[in-house]
């Protein structure tokens, strides 16, 4: 798959694209996101558009991994000051594209990886990324 931004940038409201590797991931600034096949979880949420809606999806990533990751600003996600992964949101219009790469099983040298599998991390991101949308403003602030 290229990039799973590409594949759900045409999709409805509520779907979510999946890849086991993507030849074309990318992050904030034109950054490439690689990661070996089967070694992170490679997503793409198409959600409705709200203010604040990076923070929360940081948030919403970040509670979902566990208790030891943490934010940095704008969009990566941490364990003990190593990256974990990174959260890439596009808007258009009133849809926003809402991208999430996390390392699972391996990680580029510096990285970190979480060591849990994907099916299990995704369905709890999907869950946590619902409510953490729905918060209010102040909520979403104060949880970052």
Request: with cysteine.
């Amino acid at each position: 798959m290229t990039s799973t931004q590409e594949v759900a940038r045409g999709l409805p409201l509520g779907s979510v694209v999946v890849a086991d590797h993507q030849s074309e991931g990318r992050g904030r600034l034109g950054r490439r996101w690689e990661a070996p096949p089967g070694s992170a979880l490679l997503a793409t949420f198409v959600m409705p558009a709200r203010p604040l809606l990076s923070l929360a999806a940081g948030v919403a990533a970040a509670r979902a991994c566990g208790r030891s990751v943490r934010l940095k600003w704008p969009n990566d996600l941490l364990v003990d000051g190593r990256k974990l992964g990174g959260i890439l949101v596009e808007v258009a219009s009133e849809r926003a594209l809402v991208g999430v790469g996390i390392n699972l099983s391996w990680a580029p040298e510096g990285g970190a990886a979480l060591g849990q599998s994907r099916d299990p991390l995704l369905r709890r991101l999907q869950r946590v990324l619902n409510r953490w949308f729905r918060a209010s403003g102040a909520e979403i602030l104060g949880a970052w």
